[in-house]
């Protein structure tokens, strides 16, 4: 009979128990490839995937045509388009629907999870509306009990990297670190190393807006504007990142490890990235729509930049590139001319 992770429970249990089964929420790129990444542990794992239409063919054809083709399942991933049949007797599940659809989905799928369960948060994102993070959409929809057993787990990784077995790095947080440990100790392998960290704030704010950066790099990039203007935009990204994650109760040094520089230079240079991507069409000439209509996939940072600034608002907090990309994705502003505003600013010192 499994063991339970009930909440009552944690305090000295085993941090090397491993769960009968997996539940992964959402199959798109990401999610796909965490499904397979805990398969290759030896796991069974069920993934709800979306489109009805979609689950049939990932579970005859074993492959994700949509969202990650030419990666195989394995065969201890069963696909499925119900709720009910994903998460009852799941003991670990992972959260990787698109951030603003988090609430419409867990909104229905909470019912059906396990009341032990540990909920895993990989979703990086800003609810518009509410402005809470993505783990906080959880407690809003499951309840606050969910916060005993929450964990958050971010970093610089590509899901066609992980999906591949490649090397790599990322952190799992959580107020609990015993919990953290728990999924620490789960999911980790010899192909992606974990690392526990107890700032959650400071873990999704990072995970979230370096998103916006890397739409202000791609533009940057798109433009020819070369390597120096590259690394201005990355490192004086991260001191928005970090004030207005301090602001709102994130530790400094988060920003320093893999969540925040780590995901971030992943995010604004590596050609995997759909943010980038994003950036890199509107300064070579194209629209917003233009671009998002040639994909299927979901760029973060367009959603992020609205929800970044109503943050920054709202905590009075100054991040100049975020209020630029924001006015070239929603007022029509010239990407060259959007940067040329950021170089004539008033001078300052560096600092944060």
């Not at 990989?122 to 809470?132: C, D, F, P, V, Y």
């Not at 728990?182 to 010899?190: A, E, H, M, T, W």
């Not at 201005?232 to 109760?249: F, H, P, S, V």
């Not at 233009?290 to 979901?298: F, G, H, L, N, Q």
Request: net charge negative; with cysteine.
């Amino acid at each position: 009979m499994p063991r339970s992770f009930s909440a009552d429970n944690l305090s000295g249990c085993d941090l090397n128990f491993t769960p009968s089964r997996i539940a992964v929420l959402g199959a798109g790129s990401w999610g796909t490839a965490l499904a397979v990444h805990c398969a290759g542990l030896g796991l069974p794992v069920t993934l709800w995937v979306y489109e009805e239409d979609l689950a049939h063919r990932m579970l005859e054809k074993k492959e994700n045509d949509v969202y990650l083709p030419e990666v195989e399942l394995p065969a201890n991933i069963v696909p499925t388009n119900s709720f009910e049949k994903c998460l009852t007797g799941a003991e670990l599940v992972l959260s990787v629907v698109p951030s603003h659809v988090s609430r419409e989905v867990w909104d229905p799928a909470h019912v059906y999870l396990p009341v032990d369960a540990i909920v895993v948060n990989a979703t990086k994102g800003i609810e518009e509306k509410t402005l809470l993070t993505s783990s906080g959409i959880l407690v809003d929809t499951i309840g606050e009990g969910i916060l005993a057993r929450r964990v958050t787990l971010s970093g610089p990784n590509f899901a066609r990297e992980i999906s591949r077995g490649l090397p790599a790095a990322s952190v799992v947080a959580s107020e609990n670190i015993e919990i953290a440990s728990k999924v620490q100790g789960i999911l980790n392998s010899d192909a992606l190393r974990l690392y526990t960290n107890s700032d959650v704030v400071g873990v999704e704010i990072a995970g979230a807006l370096k998103n916006v950066i890397a739409i202000a790099v791609g533009i940057c990039d798109g433009l020819e504007l070369g390597h120096n203007a590259r690394a201005a935009l990355i490192t004086r990204g991260l001191a928005e990142i970090a004030r207005l994650g301090q602001a709102l109760g994130g530790d400094p040094l988060t920003f320093q490890g893999l969540a925040g520089v780590g995901d971030l230079v992943l995010t604004c240079t590596g050609d995997l990235s759909r943010n980038r991507t994003l950036g890199l069409g509107l300064g070579s000439g194209k629209t917003l729509d233009e671009i998002t209509d040639s994909t299927p996939m979901v760029a973060e940072g367009v959603r992020t930049t609205r929800s970044a600034r109503g943050l920054a608002k709202r905590e009075k907090v100054e991040m100049p590139i975020t209020e630029e990309v924001y006015s070239v994705l929603y007022r029509g502003k010239d990407p060259r001319k959007a940067l040329r505003d950021l170089m004539s600013r008033a001078l300052k010192e560096e600092g944060i």
